[in-house]
């Protein structure tokens, strides 16, 4: 059984910063390419920003230059620092990990519970 915990958000004011935090947990053989992910009341989730097993980042154009993404190997964890943050911003954060459970397995799809960002003054 694997687990994604996110954690970190909360309310701030337009312009301050948030810090996200995912951790993985169970049996977990690897991890490929991690992400971020939100959803905003009545749209679709989107992608916020990836990151593959070797660092390499992927931003959307929308949280380029103020978001910015990091991840630990050793802890089975992933960071998402949010600056500069606006209203658009507001949605419930998901943490998404591909993660092998045994040589034998594929690579699988798993999803954090979310957590809420609310940009408001």
Known sequence: QVQLVESGGGLVQPGGSLRLSCAASGTIVSINAMGWYRQAPGKERELVVSITS??????ADSVKGRFTIS????????????????????AVYYCNARIRTSWTSRVKDYWGQGTQVTVSS
């Open 54 to 59: 070797d660092g390499s980042p992927n931003y």
């Open 71 to 90: 991840r630990d190997a050793t802890k089975n964890s992933m960071y998402l620092q949010m600056r500069s943050l606006k209203p658009e911003d507001t």
